[in-house]
């Protein structure tokens, strides 16, 4: 089996880190696997029935479509360079999303979920985000399919993510030109950021966004709506709540209810705005969420508790 080293130059932030990537060159089987994406709508819950029901799927083999070679600034390696791909616009286009939906929820191989407003064509247009295949290894040289460097936990301390876990990527990339994402807050923009933990796309879902979220608008009051948008700007992307949405992060709610285990909110602030400095070391991946205030913590917390002993709404689109 032959082996493909490539080397590439990253700048993460002000540190110019060479990057080696090595690994053993797949089967044709697994190549073919690399270059695909699942795609699906999101049914109506029934009754009685797991949640989740996938209609109308289908798997899009990346190499099959028209790919283009662009140069593109990355929010997440903060450099340009040229990538071979499909603009995540055009690949929907060609799935030909139902009229109904109007969020895709990007599914990673590392469990996180991120919604993206697909119709919104501002959103679509500030984020521009690419499906990459491939990247070009070395200046001038030739774009290499499913050559990613892997972001090692020392390169993303470099960046001011001390506590940051390593990203590895297999057969695509979404690049996206800016950190930016639709639902994190205005104060949040510099400390925290989806994309910056994102790792190899594999699965698109289709589904209707005011359905979506109201899975999980659970009974409370003012507080727990206002907990329901924490999770919205800074948790979802990770976590879900009784199996529904991210997965990288412990489920809200099954097997352990979170606000038992954090069972005050202090204790709750301190879990989720500080880490300790040697976080990455002892494999504490979660990022501070140091934009979260102990107020906003409390209301998160009453929202977890709600979302733990009320009953979640099934997801029904109109």
């Known amino acids: 089996m032959k082996t493909t080293i490539a080397t ?15 690994r053993a060159a797949p089967p044709a089987a697994a190549k073919a696997k690399e270059s695909t994406i699942d795609v699906w709508v999101r049914g109506k819950d029934a009754p009685g029935a797991a949640r989740g029901v996938r209609l109308a799927a289908r798997t899009v083999d990346l190499d099959t479509l028209p790919l283009e070679t662009i140069e593109i600034y990355d929010a997440q390696y903060q450099q340009a360079n040229a990538y071979r791909g499909i603009f995540l616009g055009a690949l929907l286009e060609r799935v030909a999303p139902d009229a109904g939906t109007d969020l895709a929820i990007l599914h990673f191989a590392n469990g996180m979920a991120i919604p993206l407003p697909f119709r919104d064509r501002e959103v679509m247009k500030r984020l521009d985000p690419f499906v990459a295949r491939g ?16 972001i090692t936990k020392k390169e993303a301390r470099s960046d001011g993510r001390a506590d940051a876990r390593p990203i590895a990527f297999t057969g695509n990339k979404v690049v996206v030109i800016e950190r930016w994402h ?34 999980f608008d659970v009974p409370g009051g003012a507080d727990v709506h206002k907990g329901l948008e924490q999770f919205q700007q800074s948790c979802q992307f990770c976590h879900g709540a009784r199996g529904v949405g991210a997965k990288l992060g412990w489920d809200f709610v099954e097997p352990t209810p979170m606000y038992s285990y954090r069972p005050k909110p202090r204790n709750l602030f301190f879990h989720v705005a500080y880490k300790p400095s040697d ?8 990022p501070a969420m140091r934009h979260m205030t102990e107020a906003d913590a409390a209301v998160l917390w009453r929202w977890l508790k709600a979302v733990a002993t009320e009953t979640m709404p099934a997801y029904s689109p109109k």
């Not at 590439?8 to 090595?22: D, E």
């Not at 990247?135 to 050559?147: H, I, Q, W």
């Open 182 to 215: 639709p639902a994190v807050p205005a104060k949040a923009l510099g400390v925290f950021s989806p994309w910056t933990h994102a790792d190899t796309l594999v699965g698109i879902e289709l589904a209707s966004a005011p359905a979506y979220y109201a899975q």
């Open 8 to 22: 590439v130059t990253l700048v993460l932030s002000t540190a110019l880190i060479p990057v080696t990537l090595a």
């Open 279 to 286: 976080a990455a070391e002892r494999g504490l991946m979660m």
């Open 135 to 150: 990247m070009r290894a070395e200046a001038n040289g030739p774009v290499v399919n499913g050559l990613f460097p892997r």
